[in-house]
């Protein structure tokens, strides 16, 4: 595995410790992560392998999302997009591993999570995935920089390097001087810019953002847009969940169409956005589900 130190997982069983996850140290890349970083452009930090989630509802199925195949590449901008209903927030919960599959295999950092305990799976999940959500999530009684710091402190960082990491974070994303304000004491571009600050603390592989904008007007929803957009400059791979077709095309690479729980389309962008798959391609990997879906 590509970290230099690997701290054993929590609650490890015996037959897990040759597991490849380790544990990424909880601080801020160094040069030579930054030169491993360009290397590993092109590999697969997630995949969806024919996902699917279904909630029994009394006697009916809700198929919230159904056969999604989903490929994510280090570096990349992903945007999915779909209406109300169509299984985006399902999708990104599954792609965080906040939740588990009914059918299908997910895998994070090239390890398949399928089948990893809910124990392994909070491991995981904080020290690979940085959420972002539509409602900030912020704590309210903590300050801007203790909101920050909480991540750090689950995966084990003493309290100076949270503190002065937290600092440093904050700055990236231009809140310095808000560091001992409480979330109440801001506005709401300001506490999704702290939000996407705590999402980098245990520097992630992976930020996923539910709606990031959906409760900021048009002008601050640009400015945490832009932080977005400058992160994954940087290298960050960003996974945006969004309703607004324009916000995908203006910010993301490539865009995943779901409706009804299905991928519908995905484009990407060359000189515009091109249609570089559709649901009559992906069908064909599942022929059962050819049936009835032609004409579309
Ligand atoms: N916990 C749940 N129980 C039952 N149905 C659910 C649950 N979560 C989501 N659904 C259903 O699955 C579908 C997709 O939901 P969701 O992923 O939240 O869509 P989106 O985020 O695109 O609005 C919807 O029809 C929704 O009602
Ligand atoms: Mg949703």
Redesign the pocket.
């Known amino acids: 595995m590509k970290e230099k130190e690997v701290k054993p997982l929590r609650g490890r069983s015996p037959t897990q410790s040759k597991s490849k996850i380790s544990i990424r140290p909880s601080r801020k890349p160094n040069e030579s992560h930054r030169i491993k970083k360009v290397k590993e452009k092109r590999k697969e930090v997630i995949g969806l392998r024919n996902v699917s989630k279904y ?1 029994h ?1 009394g006697e009916t199925i ?4 159904d056969g999604v195949n989903l490929s994510v590449k280090k570096g990349e901008f992903i945007a999915v997009m ?12 599954l792609i965080g591993s906040l939740d588990v599959p009914t059918k299908g295999t997910i895998s994070l950092d090239g390890e398949n999570i399928s089948l990893l305990s809910e124990s392994d799976l909070a491991q995981i999940r904080g020290q690979k995935v940085g959420f972002v959500f539509q409602q900030f999530n912020l704590i309210p009684n903590l300050t801007v920089q203790e909101n920050v710091m909480l991540p750090m402190m689950f995966q084990g960082t003493d309290y100076e390097e949270r503190e002065e990491y937290a600092m440093e974070l904050l700055e990236k994303v231009d809140l310095a001087d808000r560091a001992n304000h409480y979330p109440n004491q801001i506005s709401g571009g300001q506490m999704q810019r702290v939000a996407i600050a705590r999402a980098l603390a245990n520097d992630p592989e992976v930020i996923l953002a ?1 709606e990031p904008t959906g409760n900021l007007d048009t002008k601050t929803g640009e400015k945490v847009m832009e932080f977005l957009k400058k992160l994954n400059r940087e290298g960050k791979t960003v996974i945006m ?1 969004t ?1 607004e077709p324009e916000l995908a095309e203006k910010y993301a690479n490539i865009v995943y169409w ?1 409706r009804d ?1 299905k991928v519908e389309k995905i484009t990407r962008r060359t000189n515009g956005f091109k249609i570089e798959k559709q649901e009559r391609r992906l069908i064909k990997k599942n022929p059962e589900k050819k049936k009835g879906k032609k004409g579309k």
């Open positions: 909630y509802m809700v198929k919230a999302i779909g209406p109300s209903g169509s299984g985006k927030s399902t999708s990104m919960n539910d969940v309703h779901l729980g």
